[in-house]
């Protein structure tokens, strides 16, 4: 899968099937061998990488936040 970058902004999150069920305890500690990865980039041109279950889930809140930011500047 190719990585998003500003010509073509998004967000890329490469998740082994644990990501499927947040609330399956047991799948989240079983599959400690396959790592989650993500990057984002935004049309401004700030991207972001993270490897790992906690890096790429504050990744993903990261994003969230700077899309909100742009909104907020939008409205101003
Ligand atoms: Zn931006």
């Known amino acids: 899968m190719?990585?998003?970058?500003?010509d073509d902004p998004g967000l890329h999150v490469s998740a082994p099937p644990i990501y499927r069920?947040?609330?399956?305890?047991?799948?989240?500690?079983t599959q400690t061998d396959t790592t989650p990865t993500g990057?984002?980039?935004?049309?401004?041109?700030?991207?972001?990488?993270?490897?790992?279950?906690?890096?790429?889930?504050?990744m993903v809140k990261q994003y969230e936040d700077h899309k909100a930011s742009?909104?907020?500047?939008?409205?101003?």
Do not use: F, I, L
């Open 2 to 6: 190719k990585k998003p970058t500003p």
């Open 21 to 29: 069920s947040h609330n399956d305890g047991a799948r989240w500690s």
């Open 39 to 58: 990057s984002y980039a935004c049309r401004c041109g700030q991207t972001g990488e993270a490897t790992g279950r906690r890096q790429v889930a504050d």
């Open 70 to 76: 742009h909104a907020k500047d939008r409205h101003r």
